[in-house]
């Protein structure tokens, strides 16, 4: 049993932050999530039928949750209920930013 | 809405972890765990009912899963599965170790 790590690089692709799945079960699911300077395209918004329970391991982003900017630095983390629309406004492009996002039943919370 | 930062400093217990719940739900439960030099008292196992997903984001740590000796640094993850007996052998005793457990049951994995 070796542990893996959670700042491994990740493959790079310009067009789409880099996800997987660490561990999943009835009514939820963790995913690792790597931006490298990616964004939500302009004009789209996240709009999700689960609970989002978000962090920011390393690097550092700007959400958009509805109107109101949020910048996440290491640590930082967040409760996004279903529905609640959002965006990745920024990622920095000079770093990885390794996130955890953690997507439950919204009526699980 | 506020980010929080899972580096906030903790209160310190010399007798026992910190332990916060930061999200649960059906089949599920997401704890935040800071330990100072805190280790599984010796010769206690913990022997759990669920299956546990667990990161170190911060501080160093020593694991005992049954016979087998892991050192954990920061972005280390494991999954030990339910009623696999391990314990938390070694912490640094010069900063806080953080880490999260995500507890779900065993027929979810």
Chains 1, 2 share one sequence.
Request: proline share 7%.
């Amino acid at each position: 049993m070796k542990p893996e790590n959670l700042f491994t690089e990740a493959p790079f692709n310009p067009d789409k932050e880099f996800l997987e799945t660490l561990a999943e079960g009835t009514g939820f699911k963790l995913n690792r999530i790597v931006s490298h300077g990616h964004r939500t395209p302009e004009g789209q918004w996240y709009n999700e039928p689960k609970d989002e329970w978000v962090a920011l391991l390393s690097g550092k982003a700007t959400l958009l949750i509805e109107d109101k900017e949020i910048d996440m630095t290491p640590g930082s983390y967040l409760f996004i209920p279903a529905h609640v629309e959002h965006r990745v406004e920024w990622t920095d492009e000079t770093c990885e930013t390794v996130w955890l996002a953690l997507y439950a039943e919204p009526s699980a919370q």
